[in-house]
């Protein structure tokens, strides 16, 4: 392995005069060495920049390190991406740009590349545009988090079949339109699906239509009423956090859900406050639960409540954690 890096460094300092590689998997510098081509593609395989000032990333910028297979770029000042300045790149599978200054990611920047991991995590990204991502066969996860993206396009992975991994954490989205995964077909995995800690409160009943998720974060963000199929238009969810919302006392459908958390709603604050009111007489899953840590709550290790087989099948313990 070292061998390999040695060479890949050796293979940076002579042919990419624009960035001085210094930083490489602290392997120090050496004078360059006689190498076949076939040795370049064989070896130039991982290339980690940071701390140098690359504001913009043209084709150019790594046209000449078509045989790398993972590319990391951080902390680098990266503020745009022109379109298709990775296309050339065709045996990148790991590319990350996190910890830059990235505003926007325009149509087509990583179209029609055979990128599997992408991690843009730690920008300043607003806007990502509908085909941002467009064609992207292999592609099976991407890291956004830690930016301020408003707004989510359903058609972003329309053309990627494969992801399997999709983390939004930490933005600022309100809203789930239908389908957010678009329309697929066939199932190499059970996607997780990370939400956390953003502004939503609008979910679309069929965000998730026909699609196996294995997590579904929506926890911390503003949720107070969630359509009443949204979930069970799943074909199957594994584990689903809600906790940390603003639900009222009713959840919606919750056949296909095998487990999860609602802790720390707004229907457990009123409760705390003495405020629980039932209005129908078929209470719903959440109010069956209040009612039943009312009537035991001075028990010091109550019994589990009573849940309603749409509750799942396994269901979290959040619910006995309240006070
Ligand atoms: C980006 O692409 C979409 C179609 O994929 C198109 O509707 C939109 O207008 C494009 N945006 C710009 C700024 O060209």
Same mark, same amino acid.
């Given at each position: 392995m070292t061998g390999y890096y040695f060479l890949s460094l050796t293979l940076l300092a002579t042919c990419c005069s624009f960035v001085l590689c210094d930083f490489y998997k602290n392997v120090p510098l050496t004078k360059s060495r006689p190498f076949s081509d076939e040795q370049i593609k064989n070896q130039l395989d991982h290339v980690h920049l940071t701390y140098k000032n690359i504001p913009v990333i043209t084709p150019e =910028?790594?046209?000449?390190?078509?045989? !790398? +297979?993972?590319?990391? !770029?951080?902390? %680098? *000042? @990266? +503020?745009s991406i022109d379109e298709d300045s990775f296309r050339a790149l065709e045996?990148? &599978?790991k590319l990350s740009l996190k910890h830059n200054l990235l505003t926007e990611i325009p149509n087509g920047t990583f179209s029609a590349t055979n990128i599997e991991e992408l991690d843009l995590s730690d920008n300043q990204i607003e806007k990502i545009e509908s085909g941002a991502f467009g064609y992207m066969p *292999?592609?099976?996860?991407?890291?956004l988090k830690n930016n301020k993206i408003q707004m989510y396009h359903n058609s972003w992975f329309e053309l990627a079949p494969n992801? %399997?991994?999709?983390n939004l954490e930490n933005n600022l989205m309100t809203a789930l339109p239908t389908r957010i995964l678009g329309?697929? &077909?066939?199932w190499t995995c059970n996607v997780d699906v990370i939400f956390s800690h953003n502004s939503? #409160? $609008?979910?679309? $009943? $069929?965000?998730?239509? *026909?699609y196996k998720l294995n997590k579904l974060y929506l926890d911390? *963000?503003?949720?107070? !009423?969630?359509?009443?199929? @949204?979930? /069970?238009n799943a074909v199957q969810i594994s584990h689903l956090k809600l906790n940390n919302n603003r639900l009222d006392c009713t959840l919606p459908e919750m056949s296909t859900v095998e487990k999860y958390d609602v802790n720390d709603n /707004? %229907?457990?604050?009123?409760?705390?406050? #003495? +405020?629980? #009111? =039932?209005? =129908?007489?078929e209470a719903s899953t959440t109010e069956r639960v209040l009612r039943y840590y009312h009537q035991y709550q001075h028990q010091r290790d109550f019994l589990p409540p009573p849940f309603h087989p749409s509750m799942g099948r396994n269901r979290y313990n959040s619910f006995l954690r309240i006070g």
């Amino acid at each position: 392995m070292t061998g390999y890096y040695f060479l890949s460094l050796t293979l940076l300092a002579t042919c990419c005069s624009f960035v001085l590689c210094d930083f490489y998997k602290n392997v120090p510098l050496t004078k360059s060495r006689p190498f076949s081509d076939e040795q370049i593609k064989n070896q130039l395989d991982h290339v980690h920049l940071t701390y140098k000032n690359i504001p913009v990333i043209t084709p150019e =910028t790594f046209h000449r390190l078509s045989p !790398v +297979k993972k590319l990391e !770029v951080e902390f %680098c *000042n @990266v +503020k745009s991406i022109d379109e298709d300045s990775f296309r050339a790149l065709e045996n990148l &599978q790991k590319l990350s740009l996190k910890h830059n200054l990235l505003t926007e990611i325009p149509n087509g920047t990583f179209s029609a590349t055979n990128i599997e991991e992408l991690d843009l995590s730690d920008n300043q990204i607003e806007k990502i545009e509908s085909g941002a991502f467009g064609y992207m066969p *292999n592609l099976r996860s991407i890291k956004l988090k830690n930016n301020k993206i408003q707004m989510y396009h359903n058609s972003w992975f329309e053309l990627a079949p494969n992801l %399997c991994f999709l983390n939004l954490e930490n933005n600022l989205m309100t809203a789930l339109p239908t389908r957010i995964l678009g329309s697929r &077909q066939a199932w190499t995995c059970n996607v997780d699906v990370i939400f956390s800690h953003n502004s939503l #409160e $609008e979910i679309d $009943e $069929e965000a998730f239509l *026909n699609y196996k998720l294995n997590k579904l974060y929506l926890d911390h *963000n503003k949720i107070r !009423v969630l359509p009443k199929n @949204v979930f /069970s238009n799943a074909v199957q969810i594994s584990h689903l956090k809600l906790n940390n919302n603003r639900l009222d006392c009713t959840l919606p459908e919750m056949s296909t859900v095998e487990k999860y958390d609602v802790n720390d709603n /707004s %229907c457990l604050f009123d409760l705390q406050g #003495e +405020k629980l #009111e =039932t209005s =129908t007489p078929e209470a719903s899953t959440t109010e069956r639960v209040l009612r039943y840590y009312h009537q035991y709550q001075h028990q010091r290790d109550f019994l589990p409540p009573p849940f309603h087989p749409s509750m799942g099948r396994n269901r979290y313990n959040s619910f006995l954690r309240i006070g």
